[in-house]
C-alpha cells in the first residue's frame, strides 16, 4: 500500500490538502464552549406558595404532584422538599433517558394535576438541568442615585432582557433582583370608625370600581356591539375618587377612608452590587454557539448600554469564558513550544534541518483534519475535547520520530531512497498500530462509566481516536511522501556515522547497559522492588477532583437559621461586605428567594450567597478568616460554607445528594414524628457524628389558635376571624389592574405594628354590627416546629446525616434502631454512588488492561512478551507519582490525564522495541556459527542502540515542549501544572528505567530456544 501510494505523490498530495480545506470550513462551524452540552438526568419542579406553612405545601401541594409524577418513565429518585413558602422536588432519571421527552412529559401531568391544586397557587416551574444552562457571564445592572428602580426593573425586564436575547449565540436571559409595582390602600381605622364603617366597605367599592363584563354583547339593528364598563381604575388617583357609601347615606370619596399610593411589592429576595441594590441579568449560551465569540458581542452591547441609558451603570462579572480561554491559549503555547524543541531536538540528533521541517508540517495538518472526525460525532470545542487532543499530540509527534528515524536508518544502511522510505515505514506499521490500538484500548472503556464522568468521556475518547487516527494516516503516507520530496534532489550521500551529540549518549547508554547485563540477576531484583516502591508513593498523594487552582474569588453561603425577612437578611450581608470593606475588589450577592428561571436549588428567605472578588490570593485567604471569624462570633445560629467560588467544573461535578444520610418513616403514621417524641430516640441514635437533616431542622413560629368557646358565644363565623386575620398579616389582594398582560395588584397595607399590637387594636364586627377585639378571639403561643418537611417517592421521612469516617460500618445498628421503634429505615447517600463509581472504574481498567493484552499477545504472537509491555508501565507511574510527590501536587483529573500521555508514549516505546528484538533474533538465528542465546544477547543490544534515538527523541521533545507551563502562572497553568509534572516525572525517570528493563525482563522472561524457521 505504501508503495502504490509513494508512486503518486500528486494524488496523495492533493487528497491530504482537500482533508485540510474541509477541515479548515468545518472547524469554523465547530461550537466553542466551555464543556461539552450534557443532558444532566435530573427535573427539578419549584413551587413558590405565599404564606404557607412547610405543612400546607406538602399536604395540599408537593403531595399530589409527587403521586402524579410517580409513574414516569425512567425515573430512579423523587426527593421532595417544602419549606416555608416554597417547595421543590427533584426527579432523578436513569441515564438512558431521553430528558426531552421527560422533560415535557413531566409539564403535561403538572398541567393535568392544576386543577386538584389550591386555586391562589401559581403553576409549579419545571425546570430540566443542562450543561448549557450555567451562565457564561452575568451583567450586573445598577441604578443611579435618585433613580427609580421599578423603572430600571421595567427596563431590564422590556428592553435589556431582549435585547442581549438578540445577540447571536444567547439561548437564555434570567434575571434576578426586578422590583414590581403594587397600589397598596391603608384605611383610616379612626375615619371609618367615626362614620361607623368597616374595611369590607372600603375593599368593596375598589372590587366594584374594578368590575369587567364577562363578553357580553348588544345588538343594534344588524350590527352587534361588545360592552365594556367605563367605571375601571388605572391610577391611585382613581381609586381615591371611587365612591364609598355610608351608613347615613352620604357618599364619601374613598380618598378620605383610605391612603392610596403606588409602592414596591413587598421583597422576597434582592441581589445586591457592592452594597447597592442592584438587578442581574444571566447571559446563557445556545450549545452550537461559541462562546470566545459571544463574549466580545456582551461586551459591545454593555458599551453601547452605558452609552443609551446614562441612569444605569453597567459590569460584566463571573465570565466563564476564563476558563476556555486558559485551555486554548496552553494548546496554542504547547504548540508553539512543541514545535520549536521538536525542531532543536531533532536537529541535534538527526543533523538534518529537512526533518525537522517535515514534522513541522505533519503535525498541524494532523490537527486540523482532526476537526473533521469533530465534526462527524457532532462534539464541540471545549475543555474536553481540547484535553483529548493534548493527549494525542505527545503521540503524534512520538509517531513521526519512529517513522523518520526508521526511514533514516534504512537509507544509511545503503537502500535508495524510493525503497528506504517504503520499508522504513511497513517496518514499523505493525508496532505503530498496535501502539494506537492499545492507547484507544485505555480510553474507548472509559465512555461506559455512567453519569457524568461518562458523557465527559466521550468527548475526549472521541478527540484521542481521532488524533490517533489521523497521525497514523500522516506517519504511513503523508511523512513518507514528504520526506521523499524533500531528499530527492538531495545528493549528499549518508556516512552512517551519528554526531557528535547522540555518540556522548550513546556511549553513557552503553557503559550502562554494560553494567547491568554484567549483574542481571541484582538488576531485575532491584526492578522487582523499584515497581511495588514507586506505585506506594500514590499513598501519600493527597485525592482530589480538580488541581488546586490559584482562584481569586470566594464564596459564602449562608442560612440564618432565624426567623428574619429579606429586608434583615440584606442589611445582614451588607454588615458583611463592611466587615470585608477595603479587602475586596469586587462583591455580589444574591440575598433571600432568587428570582431566576433556571435557579434549582433550595429558595429561602433565610438564606443568601456573596460572591467576593479579590486583588491577590494572600488577601482572599485573609478576608476568608476575617469572614468566617465575623460570622461565627455574631451570628452563632447561622450555618455557612466559605470557600473557593465554584467554577463551571464544580458546578457540573457537585452533587445536591448528602454524602451518607439514614433516613426512617414512621410505619403507623404518614407525618413526621413530633419533636417530643423524636428528641429522646435521637439521643439514642448509634454514633455520635451526626448532623440534623432538613427533616429535624427547627425554626422558631407563632401558633394562633381560635377560641371556639367565644366564638360561638358572640355568634361570630370562624371565616369572619380568618379574614380579619388573612388582611392583617398576609398578602391581602383586593383585585387587579390589567392592561395589556401587565397587571398591578391593589392590596391592602399591611402593618408594620407588632403582630401582639395589631390583635389588641384591631376589631371585627358580629352579624349585629356590634365590634370586639380580635385579641379576645384569638390566643397565640411562641414555639420551635421543624422547618421543612421532606418526602421521597415512599413518603414523608425524616434524617440524619451520618459525619463518621466510615459510616457504613454502623449500617447494621440504624437498622436496629429504627426497629425499636416501629420505623422504616433506609440508607441512602453519595457514599454509595462513589462505591458503585470506583468499582465500575476498576472493571472498566481491567477490561482496559485484558484488551491491552490481547491486542499485544496478537501483534507478537506470544503470550508472555506482553507482559513486558505490561510491567514496564508501574515504572513510569511511580516516576509521575515521585514527581508529583516533590512538586506537593495532588492525584486529580488532570494529573490522570498526564499519566494517560506518558503511559501511551511509554507504551509505544516498548512495543516497539519488542518488535525490533524480534526481528533482530529472526536475522541473527538464521546464521549457523551463532546459537539461540548469543543471536538473543546480540538483538537485545542492537535493538537498544536503534530505539535510543527515537525513545530520547520523543521524551526529550516532549518534555521541553511542557517546561514552560511549570514557570508559567495563571488560571490555564495551574489547571494544567499537574499534568506537566506526571508527564515529566514518568518521562525521565519511566524512560531511563525502561530503556533497561525491556532487555532485562525480555533476557529474563522469553524463552531462549532456539526460534522455528517458517
Known sequence: MVRFLLARPIAV???????????????????ISLLPPIDVPQIVVKVNYPNASPEAIEQNVLSPIREGLITLNGLEEMDSKAGSEVGTIRLTFDYSTQMELAYIDVNEKIDRLTNSLPEDLGRPEVIRINTSDIPVARVQVVPKENVDEVEVSLLAENVLKKRIEQLPGVSLVDINGKKERIITVEPDEQALAALGMT?????????????????????????????????????????????????????????????????????????????????????????????????????????????????????????????????????????????????AVLFLFMKDYRLPL???????????????????????????????????????????????????????????????????????????????????????????????????????????????????????????????????????????????????????????????TANRKLAISIFAILIPLGLLIS?????????????????????????????????????????????????????????????????????????????????????????????????PQAAFTLGDAPNAFDQLFN??????????????????????????????????????????????????????????????????????????????????????????????????DRFEDLLRNTRVYASDSTSYILGEFVDFRYEDHYKYVTADKGGIYQSALVTAADPDEQASEFFSWGQDKNLGIAIVGQYFKDRENIQQLIGILLISVLLLYFILAAQFESFVQPLIVVFTLPLGIGGAFLVLWLAGSSLNVMSAIGLVVMLGIMVNDAILKIDTINRLRLVYVESDEINAEQALEMALHRAGQIRLKPILMTSITTILALIPIIFSSGLGADLQRPLVEAVIGGLTIGTLTALYFVPLAYWFFVPKSKLKQS
Open 13 to 31: 498530495f492533493m487528497t491530504f490538502m482537500a482533508l485540510m480545506v474541509f477541515a479548515f470550513i468545518v472547524l469554523r462551524t465547530l461550537p
Open 199 to 343: 374595611q369590607q366597605q372600603v375593599i368593596s367599592a375598589i372590587q366594584s370600581g374594578n368590575s369587567e363584563l364577562p363578553g357580553i354583547s348588544v345588538k343594534d339593528g344588524q350590527f352587534r356591539y361588545y360592552l365594556r364598563l367605563a367605571t375601571r381604575v388605572d391610577s391611585p388617583s382613581d381609586i381615591e375618587t371611587l365612591p364609598v357609601a355610608a351608613p347615613s347615606g352620604a357618599i364619601i370619596p374613598l380618598g378620605r377612608l383610605a391612603k392610596v399610593t403606588y409602592e414596591s411589592k413587598e421583597m422576597l429576595g434582592y441581589h445586591l452590587f457592592g452594597a447597592k441594590e442592584a438587578l442581574v441579568i444571566t447571559v446563557h449560551k445556545q450549545a452550537s454557539a461559541k462562546m470566545n465569540e459571544l463574549i466580545p458581542e456582551l461586551k459591545t452591547a454593555l458599551e453601547l448600554f452605558k452609552t443609551d441609558y446614562p441612569q444605569v451603570d453597567f459590569e460584566l462579572t463571573q465570565d466563564q469564558s476564563n476558563l476556555l480561554n486558559a485551555a486554548i491559549s496552553n494548546l496554542q503555547t504547547s504548540l508553539l513550544f512543541g514545535g520549536i524543541f521538536a525542531f
Open 358 to 516: 517535515i514534522i513541522g508540517v505533519s503535525l498541524p495538518s494532523s490537527l486540523l483534519i482532526s476537526f473533521l472526525i469533530f465534526y462527524f460525532f457532532d462534539i464541540s470545542i471545549n475543555i474536553i475535547s481540547l484535553s483529548g487532543l493534548a493527549l494525542g499530540i505527545g503521540m503524534l509527534i512520538d509517531n513521526a520520530i519512529i517513522v523518520l528515524d526508521n526511514i533514516t536508518r534504512k537509507r544509511e544502511s545503503g537502500l535508495g531512497l524510493f525503497d528506504a522510505c517504503v520499508e522504513g515505514v511497513e517496518e514499523v506499521m505493525g508496532a505503530l498500530i498496535s501502539s494506537v490500538l492499545t492507547t484507544l484500548a485505555v480510553f474507548v472503556p472509559l465512555v461506559f462509566l455512567s453519569g457524568i464522568s461518562g458523557a465527559l468521556f466521550f468527548d475526549q475518547a472521541v478527540a484521542v481516536a481521532a488524533i490517533l487516527s489521523v497521525s497514523l494516516a500522516v506517519a504511513f503516507i503523508l511523512l513518507p511522501m514528504l520526506y521523499f520530496l524533500f531528499f530527492s534532489k538531495s545528493k549528499k550521500v549518508d556516512d552512517g556515522k551519528e554526531g557528535p551529540f547522540f555518540s556522548r549518549i550513546l556511549d553513557l547508554y552503553e557503559f550502562g547497559y554494560r553494567k547491568i
Open 539 to 635: 499513598q501519600v498523594l493527597k485525592t482530589e477532583g480538580l488541581p488546586e487552582i490559584e482562584k481569586l474569588d470566594a464564596t459564602l453561603e449562608v442560612d440564618w437559621n432565624e426567623p428574619i425577612s429579606a429586608l434583615e437578611n440584606r442589611e445582614r450581608v451588607i454588615q458583611l461586605m463592611k466587615t470585608l470593606e477595603g479587602d475586596f475588589s469586587q462583591a455580589e450577592a444574591d440575598v433571600g428567594v432568587r428570582q431566576f428561571l433556571l435557579f434549582d436549588g433550595e429558595n429561602s428567605i433565610q438564606q443568601s450567597l456573596l460572591y467576593l472578588l479579590f486583588p491577590t490570593v494572600e488577601e482572599k485567604e485573609a478576608a476568608i478568616v476575617k469572614l468566617e471569624e465575623f460570622v461565627s462570633s455574631t451570628y
Open 655 to 752: 452533587s445536591a445528594m448528602p454524602y451518607y444520610e439514614v433516613r426512617w418513616k414512621d410505619l403507623t403514621a404518614k407525618e413526621p414524628v413530633p419533636e417530643e417524641k423524636m428528641d429522646p430516640w435521637l439521643s439514642q441514635f448509634p454514633t455520635q457524628e451526626w448532623e440534623r437533616g432538613p427533616g429535624l431542622q427547627k425554626e422558631a413560629s407563632v401558633v394562633f389558635t381560635l377560641r371556639a368557646d367565644r366564638l360561638a358565644t358572640y355568634q361570630i363565623p370562624v371565616n369572619t376571624i380568618q379574614e380579619q386575620l388573612s388582611k392583617l398579616f398576609g398578602s391581602f389582594t383586593i383585585t387587579d389592574i390589567r392592561r395589556f398582560g401587565e397587571i398591578t395588584p391593589i392590596r391592602l397595607k399591611e402593618p408594620e
